[in-house]
């Protein structure tokens, strides 16, 4: 008996489909490097000396704390004065207001 003989075989691979293309903005260095290249390098600088000098004022302060340490004041207490005085007196007092009441209910007053 002779018949049709069917064969399987496997597709070829589909192509993959191209992503869809975007625009991306002109680049600054590649547009006119010189000037771009300088403008960065400015800034970079810029940012290093306020980092040094932010490390210079963090001297200082330590410094100024070690001294009010030594002459017997308690250098917490005075870190948390200076952050209640930056407050209004209005929400200063607010606060106040709330550490009696929390301390009141827990029995520390």
């Given at each position: 008996m002779g018949g049709i003989r069917h064969e399987f075989?496997?597709?070829p691979p589909e192509k993959p489909k191209s992503a869809r293309k975007t625009r991306t903005a002109?680049?600054?260095?590649?547009a006119n490097p010189d000037s771009a290249a300088?403008?960065?390098?400015?800034?970079?600088?810029?940012?290093?000396?306020?980092?040094e000098?932010?490390?210079?004022i963090a001297d200082d302060i330590k410094?100024?704390?070690?001294?009010?340490?030594?002459?017997?004041y308690?250098?917490?207490?005075?870190?948390?004065i200076i952050?209640?005085?930056?407050l209004s007196p209005d929400v200063r007092q607010e606060?106040?207001?709330?550490?009696?009441?929390y301390k009141t209910a827990l029995g520390i007053v």
């Amino acid at each position: 008996m002779g018949g049709i003989r069917h064969e399987f075989r496997a597709l070829p691979p589909e192509k993959p489909k191209s992503a869809r293309k975007t625009r991306t903005a002109p680049d600054p260095i590649d547009a006119n490097p010189d000037s771009a290249a300088q403008q960065l390098k400015q800034l970079i600088e810029r940012l290093e000396r306020l980092e040094e000098e932010k490390r210079g004022i963090a001297d200082d302060i330590k410094e100024v704390k070690s001294e009010a340490k030594a002459l017997g004041y308690d250098v917490k207490t005075i870190t948390a004065i200076i952050a209640m005085r930056k407050l209004s007196p209005d929400v200063r007092q607010e606060a106040e207001a709330i550490l009696d009441t929390y301390k009141t209910a827990l029995g520390i007053v």
